[in-house]
């Protein structure tokens, strides 16, 4: 438990009541329920989804709205890594000056194309299946209720891309002799790696069953599916490019997954 509140202070920007003492060690361990703090964020998204979506009728300005909100919730740490990889690997130096690289806190173009491009990608997905798609929920609520698809990958993207997370630490070596995401990566074997995908693979189907009964499961596990393909390759290509993983790349697979798991939901929809 330690653990997992640690994970959740050095993730999120939520408020914790508890001030546990810091033990990265510890933390490293927990690291298996990184989907976890998924959930949450992605029920904080969803609770503001149902809110401001009374109020803010384009849907180009809530899902705009509701990436703010997440950013908040996170810290942009992880943004922070997704444009420190991409300043990194597109230098195309040796290996260890692309760690110096990612290590400089300064932002480079490689890194603001990155950002500029995320936030279009995810505005424009997140709009488009919120435009383009309609679950009938009948009355579990009172009365008739509709919930579009922007519900649905709300709270299945955090969940998702954060195993993805897991999954690289489990998968490869870290880069450098340390670093503050080192014990992170030390401390995942391959059996976290398959408890972290099942907790988020059963949790996403659980969202499936309790509230879009109408999308079809098998396209949540081709979405897992493809996700942590993709997010191996991610891994194996970070570590042909610079000997392994950092807290900077742990970032920047975790918010590509998004826009993988957001392409995926918007494909799905289409053709459900």
């Known amino acids: 438990m330690n653990g997992l509140v640690l994970l959740f202070k050095f993730m999120t920007r939520l408020p914790i009541p508890m001030e546990p003492k810091f033990d990265s060690e510890e933390m490293g361990k927990s690291m298996k329920f990184f989907p976890v703090i998924g959930m949450?964020?992605?029920?904080i998204l969803y609770l503001f989804y149902i809110?401001?979506?009374?109020f803010i009728h384009s849907p180009y300005i809530l899902a705009g709205t509701l990436v703010l909100i997440e950013i908040a919730i996170t810290g942009a740490m992880h943004l922070d890594g997704l444009s420190d990889t991409f300043d990194g690997i597109f230098s195309?130096?040796?290996?260890?000056?692309?760690?110096?690289?990612?290590?400089?806190?300064r932002i480079g173009a490689n890194g603001a194309i990155a950002l500029i491009m995320y936030f279009i990608l995810k505005v424009l997905l997140l709009a488009g299946i919120e435009t383009e798609y309609a679950f009938d929920l009948?009355?579990?609520?009172?009365?008739?209720f509709q919930m579009r698809g922007m519900g649905l990958a709300l709270l299945i993207m955090p969940v998702i891309a954060r195993a993805n997370s897991v999954l690289n630490c489990g998968l490869v070596q870290y880069a450098k002799a340390s670093g503050s995401a080192k014990d992170l990566v030390d401390q995942t074997d391959r059996k976290?790696?398959?408890?972290?995908i099942f907790i988020s693979l059963i949790?996403?189907?659980?969202?499936?069953?309790l509230l879009f009964r109408s999308y079809n499961p098998i396209y949540i596990v081709n979405i897992v599916f493809v996700t942590h393909?993709?997010?191996?390759?991610?891994?194996?290509?970070?570590?042909?490019?610079?000997?392994?993983?950092?807290?900077?790349t742990l970032g920047a697979v975790l918010e590509l997954s998004q826009i993988v798991v957001l392409f995926g939901v918007y494909i799905s929809l289409g053709v459900r």
């Open 40 to 43: 949450v964020i992605g029920i």
């Open 203 to 209: 949790y996403c189907l659980v969202v499936q069953v």
């Open 192 to 196: 976290a790696v398959t408890l972290s």
């Open 92 to 105: 195309y130096r040796s290996k260890q000056k692309m760690l110096e690289i990612m290590k400089d806190s």
């Open 138 to 144: 009948g009355n579990i609520f009172s009365g008739n």
């Open 229 to 248: 393909v993709l997010g191996a390759y991610f891994a194996k290509l970070m570590e042909r490019k610079i000997g392994g993983i950092t807290g900077d």
């Open 51 to 54: 809110l401001l979506g009374r």
